[in-house]
């Protein structure tokens, strides 16, 4: 009786453990790459899987990001971008194991990627794990796919800029009309200026010019 109770605690736990869970706590290459992969919008999971010094590396970096992250505090920031980002990776074929390194070819999606209407795209995962847990995480993107990839960013940078509202001021070095106007007012404030001194000066002169004579 009391063995059939302790069973049941013990598969009651494994119930309540989600997957990230359990395959981390397996311990070898394989199972946490997966539970890695499986965790990318749960940031909780994934700090439980990481060294303190973890390095994760994304080439090429998003979007206003260097895309480097070092040790655990700038790698939880990493994760919550990856859940903002609606992350979702889905592994091709099988991960290759060569030690402590594990690989793989992943489809990736994201919101970036939706909106610049790429749909998934191919990038290719790297894991080193220790002891259980990743001590480094690099996701490259497939050099194929970077110059569709690009192209579609730019046009869709491109666009919402011409989409901009017509009483929208434009910036950059070709629309100079602000500094343009603001040139012509400083040059006819300095020639105004300059006019009253000359006449002063030459009233002065006459004045002076009087007096001595």
């Not at 979702?88 to 994201?110: F, P």
């Given at each position: 009786?009391?063995k059939?109770?302790?069973?049941?605690?013990?598969a009651?736990?494994?119930?309540?453990?989600?997957?990230a869970?359990?395959f981390?706590q397996?311990?070898?290459?394989v199972?946490?790459a997966d539970?890695?992969?499986s965790?990318a919008?749960?940031?909780?999971?994934?700090?439980?899987m990481?060294?303190?010094?973890v390095?994760i590396?994304?080439?090429?970096?998003?979007?206003g990001?260097s895309?480097?992250?070092s040790?655990k505090a700038?790698?939880?920031?990493?994760?919550?971008f990856?859940?903002?980002?609606?992350v979702?990776?889905?592994l091709?074929g099988?991960?290759?194991?060569a030690?402590d390194?594990?690989t793989?070819?992943?489809?990736?999606?994201?919101?970036?990627?939706?909106n610049?209407?790429v749909?998934a795209?191919q990038?290719?995962?790297?894991?080193?794990v220790?002891?259980?847990?990743?001590k480094?995480f690099n996701?490259?993107?497939?050099?194929?796919?970077r110059?569709r990839v690009?192209?579609?960013?730019q046009?869709?940078?491109?666009?919402h800029?011409a989409?901009?509202?017509?009483?929208?001021?434009?910036?950059?070095?070709?629309?100079?009309?602000?500094?343009?106007?603001?040139?012509?007012?400083?040059a006819?404030?300095?020639?105004?200026?300059a006019g009253i001194?000359?006449?002063?000066?030459?009233?002065?002169n006459?004045?002076?010019?009087h007096?001595?004579?």
């Amino acid at each position: 009786m009391r063995k059939a109770l302790v069973i049941a605690v013990v598969a009651m736990a494994l119930l309540i453990m989600s997957p990230a869970s359990i395959f981390a706590q397996a311990g070898d290459p394989v199972s946490v790459a997966d539970a890695f992969n499986s965790a990318a919008l749960d940031p909780q999971a994934e700090i439980g899987m990481v060294t303190d010094d973890v390095m994760i590396t994304v080439v090429p970096p998003p979007p206003g990001a260097s895309g480097v992250w070092s040790g655990k505090a700038q790698a939880q920031a990493f994760f919550e971008f990856v859940k903002g980002q609606n992350v979702h990776r889905e592994l091709v074929g099988s991960w290759q194991v060569a030690g402590d390194k594990v690989t793989g070819t992943v489809m990736v999606t994201n919101n970036d990627f939706a909106n610049w209407g790429v749909g998934a795209v191919q990038h290719q995962l790297e894991f080193v794990v220790q002891d259980g847990k990743i001590k480094s995480f690099n996701s490259i993107m497939a050099p194929s796919e970077r110059p569709r990839v690009m192209a579609a960013a730019q046009a869709y940078q491109a666009a919402h800029r011409a989409q901009a509202p017509a009483g929208m001021p434009k910036t950059g070095a070709g629309d100079q009309s602000g500094a343009t106007q603001l040139g012509l007012l400083l040059a006819a404030l300095f020639l105004m200026t300059a006019g009253i001194a000359v006449r002063k000066l030459q009233k002065s002169n006459r004045t002076s010019f009087h007096r001595t004579r």
